[in-house]
């Protein structure tokens, strides 16, 4: 970051205007990520806050995560956090990514996103509606003005 | 001094370069520090090992189509343009020897 604070505050604004995601399954039963799609879609338009669906980590500053982390993608979770820019953040969507849910105590199943990753906001729901999700982003966006 | 001068290509080039290199040098600074993260630098793999493998690129099998469409985008440009008037029957027999000609073409891309 600049010294200048003037500078900080262009940067910030920047990248609370432009907050592009990538959207990660850890073991959903696929629920929350067809509404975390229907939030993009015109219908929602999650769009209207520069929220973008990237393909790559290279290019997302918010990691959405839905589903509890199996213990089979835990490693690969955290290394696609690993390759994603700085600064960044992750977002847990639907109960079962912020605690684990039913799945939680499974032999296959290490609990919620937060057991792997630092996570920025949690949207609980089963699934979430996408109202839920745009009012959990555009809490993170204004947490981030902070 | 004449300001051509400034389009010359090396020239040109000197001073995107320079621009460049000054964009870099400001915004570079207001970039965030990555953290190094063992597997930050490999490839995007969706989180999986991806192992390099040396690969050859091959157009042998795309080159008779990419013939195939020429001829046949040349072909419909010719006919299209040829005058249509009933006394240009000389008009007629060159489109007719053209298609003649671009099916010789194809017959020996596909068959020959």
């Known amino acids: ?146 | 001094m004449n300001p051509s001068i400034l389009l010359l290509p090396p020239i040109a080039f000197g001073i995107f370069l320079l621009v460049i290199w000054a964009i870099s040098w400001l915004t570079s600074g207001l970039a965030a520090a990555g953290v190094e993260a063992e597997g930050k630098d490999l490839p995007y793999a969706c989180g999986e090992e991806f192992p390099g493998e040396k690969a050859t690129p091959d157009y042998a099998g795309f080159f008779p189509f990419a013939i195939f469409f020429t001829l046949m985008h040349v072909a419909g440009l010719m006919l299209a343009t040829l005058a249509l008037a009933p006394t240009a029957v000389l008009h007629l027999g060159v489109g007719i020897v053209y298609l003649l000609v671009v099916g010789l073409a194809l017959a020996i891309l596909f068959l020959g």
């Open chain 1, 1 to 146: 970051m600049s010294s200048n604070p003037m500078l900080n505050k262009l940067v910030n604004w920047s990248r609370i205007k432009s907050p592009w995601i990538l959207h990660f399954n850890s073991g959903a039963c696929n629920a929350c990520d067809i509404e975390v799609l229907d939030a993009l879609t015109p219908r929602f338009d999650l769009e209207r806050f520069g929220v973008l669906l990237k393909a790559t980590p290279r290019h997302a500053d918010v990691m959405v995560a839905c589903g509890p982390v199996t213990r089979q993608v835990a490693f690969r979770m955290r290394r696609i956090y690993d390759q994603m820019a700085e600064p960044k953040f992750v977002v847990a969507v639907g109960t079962c990514a912020c605690t684990g849910g039913v799945f939680n105590g499974c032999y296959s199943v290490l609990g919620g996103v937060d057991k792997i990753l630092p996570v920025s906001a949690y949207i609980p729901g089963c699934p979430v509606r996408p109202e839920a999700v745009i009012d959990g982003v555009v809490k993170l966006l204004s947490s981030l003005k902070q």
